[in-house]
């Protein structure tokens, strides 16, 4: 039995001794593994400095481009006349009526008595103009020139041609005008392209919209 206990004894001994060795060694890891984490803990880490992109805001400059349509003026010469007007011959101081013709080539007025003559070995031209009321003006001019009209199963009809000074609205000109018998037609004067071109326009829904000048120019 004494045997036995101390059999025993010595067992329990190295046990214990080993326990405690394992303890020692235990104690001594967790020191290590603890005083590493301090010396992490209190070793200044050299921090880091996060440089961040400063990024500065694009300003946007927008033009605006305001487009401004400037109009100009230009005075525009042109007289603008009704459809009928009336007409004034200086020469004469004869005011009739007339009618505004875009389709006329030339400008003629209403004669009666037409009759070609000589004169110092030129070729003249007597008529008589009619006035408003019913009243005949002798008149004698130079002949211009003369003009065949065609007619529709007629002969041709043979016309003269005078310079004569007319005054519509403001304007005052010196054209050629035809000497024909108009006493069929409503208007005693008829004012064609060769008056209108580049001084008259024409308003159809208008009539007698001026008193023409009475400028006194001698033809």
């Not at 070793?43 to 500065?56: D, F, G």
């Not at 006349?81 to 009739?96: A, D, M, Q, R, T």
Request: aromatic share 10%.
């Amino acid at each position: 039995m004494i045997f036995i206990m101390v059999v025993k004894d010595k067992i329990m001994n190295k046990i214990l001794f080993k326990f405690k060795i394992y303890f020692l060694i235990f104690i001594l890891f967790s020191g290590c593994s603890t005083a590493t984490k301090e010396e992490q803990v209190d070793v200044p880490s050299k921090s880091i400095e996060k440089v961040e992109e400063v990024t500065k805001p694009v300003e946007k400059i927008i033009y605006k481009e305001k487009i401004v349509y400037v109009e100009e003026k230009v005075k525009d010469s042109k007289i603008i006349v009704g459809k009928n007007e009336y007409i004034y011959i200086p020469s004469e101081k004869l005011k009739l009526k007339a009618k505004i013709d875009t389709g006329a080539t030339t400008t003629s007025i209403h004669a009666l008595n037409i009759k070609p003559f000589e004169r110092d070995g030129k070729k003249w031209i007597k008529f008589d103009l009619v006035d408003s009321d019913g009243k005949l003006i002798n008149k004698a001019l130079p002949i211009s020139r003369t003009v065949y009209i065609k007619r529709h199963g007629a002969k041709n009809q043979k016309r003269y041609v005078v310079k004569m000074r007319i005054n519509l609205a403001t304007s005052s000109q010196l054209v050629d005008v035809t000497l024909t018998d108009r006493s069929k037609f409503t208007y005693p004067v008829l004012i064609g392209k060769n008056y209108l071109n580049g001084v008259i326009l024409v308003d159809v829904s208008k009539k007698y919209m001026h008193e023409p000048t009475t400028k006194l120019n001698k033809e």
